[in-house]
C-alpha cells in the first residue's frame, strides 16, 4: 500500500488513526479495498504489519528481522524486501483490519 498523500502531522502522536489498503503488495493477508488501523506507539517486534516511510512515501508492511538489521516485507512475492537502515522510517504497527460496510469482517492484530 502506498499512501503519498497521507499527511502524518494531522494526527497526534498517540492518536490511531485508520487508512485503506491500495494495491496487492500485502496480499493474500490484507486485500485492497480494506480498511487498516494504526497504533502509532505500537510496540515493535519481528513480524509485526507495519506503516514506514520509504523513499518520499508511506508503505504497508511486515517487519521483518534480517541478520543485524531489519526490512520490510510485502506478502506478495511479486514485490521485493525492503532494507531499513534503522526502526525510525517506521510510523505505527497495524492493530486491526476491517472491510467497509461489514463490521463483522474484522480481525485484529494485537
Same mark, same amino acid.
Given at each position: 500500500?502506498? +499512501? @503519498?498523500?497521507? $499527511? %502524518? &502531522?494531522?494526527?497526534?502522536?498517540?492518536?490511531? /488513526?485508520?487508512?485503506?489498503?491500495?494495491?496487492?503488495?500485502?496480499?493474500?493477508? /490484507?486485500?485492497?479495498?480494506?480498511? =487498516?488501523? =494504526?497504533?502509532?506507539?505500537?510496540?515493535?517486534? $519481528?513480524? &509485526?504489519?507495519?506503516?514506514? &516511510?520509504?523513499?518520499?512515501?508511506?508503505? /504497508?508492511?511486515?517487519?521483518?528481522? %534480517?541478520?543485524?538489521?531489519?526490512?520490510?516485507?510485502?506478502?506478495? @512475492?511479486? /514485490?521485493? $524486501?525492503?532494507?531499513? *537502515? *534503522?526502526?525510525?522510517?517506521?510510523?505505527?504497527?497495524?492493530?486491526?483490519? +476491517?472491510? @467497509?460496510?461489514?463490521?463483522?469482517?474484522?480481525?485484529?492484530?494485537?
Amino acid at each position: 500500500m502506498t +499512501a @503519498p498523500a497521507m $499527511d %502524518a &502531522s494531522s494526527c497526534s502522536g498517540s492518536e490511531a /488513526f485508520a487508512l485503506r489498503v491500495l494495491g496487492t503488495s500485502m496480499e493474500p493477508e /490484507f486485500n485492497e479495498g480494506e480498511i =487498516i488501523v =494504526i497504533e502509532p506507539e505500537g510496540q515493535l517486534r $519481528d513480524g &509485526s504489519y507495519v506503516l514506514a &516511510s520509504h523513499r518520499g512515501e508511506w508503505i /504497508f508492511r511486515q517487519l521483518c528481522r %534480517a541478520g543485524e538489521g531489519w526490512c520490510l516485507h510485502a506478502l506478495n @512475492p511479486a /514485490f521485493a $524486501d525492503l532494507a531499513l *537502515d *534503522d526502526l525510525s522510517a517506521v510510523r505505527g504497527v497495524i492493530i486491526q483490519k +476491517a472491510l @467497509p460496510g461489514r463490521r463483522h469482517a474484522s480481525k485484529r492484530y494485537i
